[in-house]
């Protein structure tokens, strides 16, 4: 083989080398930005499993409805978003900021006004709260847990009830 073919053969080898790199590039790239648009931006907060035994845990010794703490009943999910006493509303959906229930739990100064008397809720319980909130603040629970009687809607009897 001469030198100029030689040399022809070095260049043409070098630029279809080169072009195979910045094809395989591209194409890498093009599949990260596809991977990167399908990723969830924030997973679905769920009331039942993530919100529920929060309030569980920290408010519904007091704010039921035997004791009603500031008239505020949070075993019920519509009077949970009602509020109590303040007749703040308690749960804004989409709106963190206006929602009482936020203002109430939330840290000034290292403390909170709830619960009264106990451990403030963890921050990141209460950024679970605000990302709840933010979302919509739906209730996903099942039927199976939502309250079935109500003063309207009392139990029924077949038989007197043994005491």
Request: charged letters at 25%; glycine letters at 6%.
């Amino acid at each position: 083989m001469s030198r100029l073919h030689l040399s022809r053969f070095l260049v043409a080898s070098w630029i279809c080398s080169l072009a195979l790199l910045l094809g395989a590039t591209a194409i890498t790239t093009q599949a990260a930005d596809k991977k990167d648009k399908a990723a969830p931006t924030a997973r679905k907060i769920s009331y039942d499993k993530d919100i529920r035994p929060i309030f569980q845990t920290h408010c519904q010794g007091c704010h039921q409805p035997s004791k009603k703490g500031g008239d505020y009943v949070m075993t019920d999910f519509s009077l949970l978003l009602k509020g109590g006493e303040s007749e703040e509303t308690a749960i804004v959906a989409h709106k963190p900021d206006e929602s009482y229930l936020i203002h109430r739990i939330s840290k000034t100064d290292g403390a909170a006004e709830m619960p009264q008397g106990k451990k403030p809720l963890a921050d990141s319980e209460i950024d679970l709260i605000r990302q709840w909130i933010t979302q919509g603040a739906g209730n996903d629970s099942p039927a199976s847990t939502r309250l079935r009687y109500s003063p309207e809607n009392p139990p029924v009897y077949v038989a007197a009830p043994i005491i």
